[in-house]
Every structure is written in structure tokens, then in C-alpha cells.
């Protein structure tokens, strides 16, 4: 049976088979009117860029689908696998990517996280207890560092060997549980205050990465963290003009570096924990960068 393309022109079911097939392989299909018709698929600028391991008890992994998906894939066009698997940090997966983004704590709940509070908002101290008919067993809710040995070994080879690490916000916290990946990231976290507005102020503008981008505030986690590496990497500090300290650690704290690994690079900036924070335009700017100079794009 022959079937009528589009002008009138007929065409062999073979054909029409074919074309169906070859269609499907290129994006898939869409139903429109009577019609099977392709639907567009922009291909990734670089494809095979980015492994982005994001989310944990405290930040949501569709946040930063959500903040990545717009700065990096759509603005960018760069081609970025997200996911809250860690034990997808190992060799044979880095090596599928050029650049490394973490953005995540240490800590996992492998029997859960005790207060309801931290994932059901609707509830609160003040409500009755939770019920359950059977009764939950008794578990305690602790949390356990989740960077083994090999997975911190698998990040510095992996950057050692020419990879890029953009490291980000609370994954400073990471840095206190595996010495291999201390020393990649070049500090370790020491806290934070609760979220509250402060100033993010460039301290050398002439690195590719602030190259252009001006002083900006965000309303987000002011993250602490003791940094260990020459005071001439650093490219930003965040300041709460407000003269808000936290413990003993002062108004300031350092808010972003980069430097050469062996032969790779490692870059890493302290906003994140609020997507209003994600998509300041200054900070996009940053972020942006980053990613063209660790691909040694600028």
C-alpha cells in the first residue's frame, strides 16, 4: 500500500516505514492533527561535557537540574548529566566527561533523617506524632560521610589527567572526610549561618573567569571554609556589609578560587544554596566562565 507525503507525492509503506524509523531515531515523534510529525532536537554544543553530581538531604536535586538546566544546557548549550548517585564517582564513569561538577555535602542518611521537618514542610513540632500502622521499626538517624577512599583517588586522577572539577557550596563540607579530595578542592568547610543577604565582592578581576563581572549581593548560606592553598588563587570573598559574623570567623569569608591541578584545573564558588542565588546575572557570569575555562575555552 502506498501512502500520500506531504505535497501529494506518493510514497512505498516501505518507505514510509523507513521514514518513521530514521524519525524516531533522530528525536522521536509527536502527534499533531492526523499526523506523525518529528519533533526538533537540539543537539548539545559539546556533547559528553559535564557529569554535575547534585542534591542531598538538605538541597533538592531538581533545584539544580532546575539552575544548571538553565545557565549551562540552555543558555550554554553544553550537554550535562545530573545525578544524586555518588557511587557514580568512580574512574571508568569520570572518563566518560571533560568537567566535574559537585554540588553536595558529605553526609548520607542511610536510615533516614529523623526530624520530618527536613522534607515535609507541612509538618511540625508542635503536631501530633507521626503515625503508622504496622509501627516503624526503631532506627536512629545518623549520618555517614559517603566519599570512600577510591572515589577521592578516582576525582584526583581524574584532574591530574586533564579533567576539570567545578566545585561549589557546600561541597566544601565533602572535604572533611577525604584527604584526596581536600586536596583537589583546597579547603574544607567550617560553617555557615543561617541564610540571610551578603555581598560577593571580586578581588581579582583579571582572571578569565571574573573577567567582567561586577560585585553582586545575594540573599543565600554564607558559607566558612579554611582554605589551604596561596592566597593568590583567590578571586572573590563574600561580605555581610551588615557587620554580621559568624562565631568567631568575622563578616568575610572566602567565596571562590581556581587553579591548575596537574594538568587539569579546579574552580570553585561558594553561592548556591537558593536558586535566586544560582541565577543572579553577575553570578551566572561566573559560572559561565568557569565552565568556558576549565574546557580552556578562554
Same mark, same amino acid.
Given at each position: 500500500?502506498?501512502?500520500?507525503?506531504?505535497?501529494?507525492?506518493?510514497?512505498?509503506?516501505?518507505?514510509?516505514?523507513?521514514?518513521?524509523?530514521?524519525?524516531?531515531? &533522530? !528525536?522521536?515523534?509527536?502527534? =499533531?492533527? +492526523?499526523?506523525?510529525?518529528?519533533? %526538533?532536537?537540539?543537539? /548539545?554544543?559539546? $556533547?559528553?561535557?559535564?557529569?554535575?553530581?547534585?542534591?542531598?538531604?538538605?538541597?533538592?536535586?531538581?533545584?539544580?537540574?532546575?539552575?544548571?538546566?538553565?545557565?549551562?544546557?540552555?543558555?550554554?548549550?553544553?550537554?550535562?548529566?545530573?545525578?544524586?548517585?555518588?557511587?557514580?564517582?568512580?574512574?571508568?564513569?569520570?572518563?566518560?566527561?571533560?568537567?566535574?561538577?559537585?554540588?553536595?555535602?558529605?553526609?548520607?542518611?542511610?536510615?533516614?533523617?529523623?526530624?520530618?521537618?527536613?522534607? &515535609? !514542610?507541612?509538618?511540625?513540632? =508542635?503536631? +501530633?506524632?507521626?503515625?503508622?500502622? %504496622?509501627?516503624?521499626? /526503631?532506627?536512629? $538517624?545518623?549520618?555517614?560521610?559517603?566519599?570512600?577512599?577510591?572515589?577521592?583517588?578516582?576525582?584526583?586522577?581524574?584532574?591530574?589527567?586533564?579533567?576539570?572539577?567545578?566545585?561549589?557550596?557546600?561541597?566544601?563540607?565533602?572535604?572533611?572526610?577525604?584527604?584526596?579530595?581536600?586536596?583537589?578542592?583546597?579547603?574544607?568547610?567550617?560553617?555557615?549561618?543561617?541564610?540571610?543577604?551578603?555581598?560577593?565582592?571580586?578581588?581579582?578581576?583579571?582572571?578569565?573567569?571574573?573577567?567582567?563581572?561586577?560585585?553582586?549581593?545575594?540573599?543565600?548560606?554564607?558559607?566558612?571554609?579554611?582554605?589551604?592553598?596561596?592566597?593568590?588563587?583567590?578571586?572573590?570573598?563574600?561580605?555581610?556589609?551588615?557587620?554580621?559574623?559568624?562565631?568567631?570567623?568575622?563578616?568575610?569569608?572566602?567565596?571562590?578560587?581556581?587553579?591548575?591541578?596537574?594538568?587539569?584545573?579546579?574552580?570553585?564558588?561558594?553561592?548556591?544554596?537558593?536558586?535566586?542565588?544560582?541565577?543572579?546575572?553577575?553570578?551566572?557570569?561566573?559560572?559561565?566562565?568557569?565552565?568556558?575555562?576549565?574546557?580552556?575555552?578562554?
Amino acid at each position: 500500500m502506498d501512502h500520500a507525503g506531504r505535497g501529494g507525492q506518493r510514497i512505498s509503506r516501505r518507505d514510509a516505514l523507513r521514514l518513521i524509523g530514521a524519525t524516531v531515531a &533522530a !528525536g522521536g515523534l509527536r502527534t =499533531g492533527g +492526523s499526523l506523525l510529525e518529528a519533533r %526538533p532536537v537540539r543537539s /548539545p554544543a559539546r $556533547a559528553g561535557t559535564i557529569f554535575a553530581l547534585v542534591g542531598d538531604r538538605y538541597h533538592n536535586s531538581d533545584h539544580y537540574r532546575t539552575a544548571f538546566g538553565k545557565t549551562l544546557v540552555r543558555d550554554m548549550g553544553v550537554a550535562v548529566d545530573f545525578s544524586d548517585e555518588v557511587t557514580l564517582l568512580n574512574a571508568e564513569h569520570l572518563a566518560k566527561y571533560r568537567i566535574l561538577i559537585i554540588l553536595r555535602d558529605g553526609m548520607n542518611w542511610p536510615n533516614g533523617h529523623g526530624n520530618p521537618q527536613s522534607n &515535609a !514542610g507541612w509538618w511540625s513540632q =508542635g503536631q +501530633s506524632a507521626i503515625v503508622s500502622d %504496622p509501627p516503624l521499626p /526503631p532506627r536512629g $538517624a545518623s549520618s555517614q560521610p559517603w566519599m570512600t577512599p577510591d572515589m577521592g583517588k578516582s576525582v584526583r586522577a581524574f584532574v591530574e589527567n586533564g579533567g576539570g572539577a567545578l566545585l561549589m557550596h557546600n561541597v566544601t563540607n565533602v572535604a572533611l572526610h577525604n584527604e584526596d579530595f581536600r586536596d583537589v578542592l583546597g579547603g574544607a568547610y567550617q560553617g555557615h549561618p543561617n541564610i540571610r543577604p551578603f555581598r560577593v565582592k571580586i578581588t581579582n578581576r583579571d582572571h578569565p573567569i571574573t573577567r567582567g563581572v561586577s560585585d553582586f549581593t545575594v540573599t543565600d548560606e554564607q558559607h566558612y571554609m579554611e582554605y589551604q592553598k596561596d592566597s593568590k588563587y583567590l578571586l572573590m570573598q563574600s561580605v555581610n556589609e551588615e557587620g554580621l559574623t559568624f562565631r568567631n570567623l568575622g563578616a568575610t569569608a572566602a567565596a571562590g578560587w581556581a587553579y591548575d591541578y596537574g594538568k587539569g584545573r579546579v574552580c570553585y564558588l561558594s553561592p548556591g544554596h537558593l536558586i535566586t542565588a544560582m541565577w543572579n546575572p553577575e553570578y551566572e557570569k561566573l559560572q559561565k566562565n568557569a565552565v568556558r575555562w576549565l574546557l580552556r575555552e578562554i
